[in-house]
């Protein structure tokens, strides 16, 4: 079966362009979420979605944007970029609902995108 | 505050040998705490996963142990080899609703030299 595949890899911008990146999760899984990652952060919760319906929300400005589809695909959307967004991005699928909040169910990380602004 | 602190945060061990990273949370109400173990470069994968009512899981060579009293986690690595290089993250997931909220620790950066 096939891992969480994450595009592009790698992307460098400009400050003020936006950003589109894509995920796809393991077959059969209908839950994304998406992470930033900086040096100094660390792992950072961004949303989640669910059956096209964002479940879960982390604390970041409405510049972070995303959404889900009906084969489960998800992207994330960043408008106005910032140097300070320059980060690992990293999705990752479950098959839990995340309404269960007592579940302990695996979630597979993508390879990630790593993100530059220049 | 809802905090997750790792330490050490980066530590160096001979081929071999033992080693335990550590792993302290804050957050609340407790719903489960996970190690991922992170490659340069690659996602997270999961290591473990404990609820409250477990205090030791095992994955071949990584036993995790949990003390929800103390609040405290820790991960023992047993017979390091090359391939554990990697950063160790700690999560913990809270109630918060319907929906659980994940807080992420910073990590323990471990490598293995020979």
């Known amino acids: 079966k096939a891992g969480v595949t994450q595009t592009p890899r790698y992307l460098i911008k400009t400050r003020g362009q936006q950003v589109t990146l894509s995920c796809s999760p393991i077959s059969g899984h209908r839950s994304v979420s998406w992470y930033q990652q900086t040096p100094g952060q660390g792992l950072q919760f961004l949303f989640e979605?669910?059956?096209?319906?964002?479940?879960n929300k982390g604390n970041f400005p409405g510049r972070f944007s995303g959404r889900q589809f009906s084969n489960s695909r998800s992207e994330m959307n960043v408008s106005t970029l910032e140097l300070g967004d320059s980060a690992l991005y990293l999705c990752?699928?479950?098959?839990?609902?995340?309404?269960?909040?007592?579940?302990?169910?695996?979630?597979?990380f993508g390879p990630g995108t790593r993100l530059t602004v220049l | 505050k809802n905090q997750v602190e790792q330490s050490p945060q980066s530590l160096i061990i001979l081929e071999g040998k033992n080693c335990t990273l550590q792993?302290?949370?804050?957050?609340?109400?407790?719903?489960?705490l996970r190690w991922y173990k992170q490659d340069t470069g690659r996602g997270p994968v999961s290591l473990t996963i404990?609820?409250?009512?477990?205090n030791t899981k095992s994955n071949g060579r990584y036993t995790a142990t949990l003390d929800a009293d103390t609040k405290q986690s820790s991960l023992h690595i047993t017979a390091s080899q090359l391939s554990d290089s990697a950063s160790y993250i700690c999560v913990v997931s809270r109630y918060v609703g319907t929906a659980s909220k994940l807080t992420f620790g910073t990590g323990t950066r471990l490598q293995v030299t020979l």
């Open positions: 792993c302290n949370y804050t957050v609340s109400p407790f719903s489960n």
């Open positions: 979605y669910f059956s096209e319906t964002q479940r």
């Open positions: 404990m609820t409250f009512s477990e």
């Open positions: 990752a699928s479950s098959l839990v609902n995340p309404i269960y909040s007592t579940s302990t169910d695996t979630q597979y």
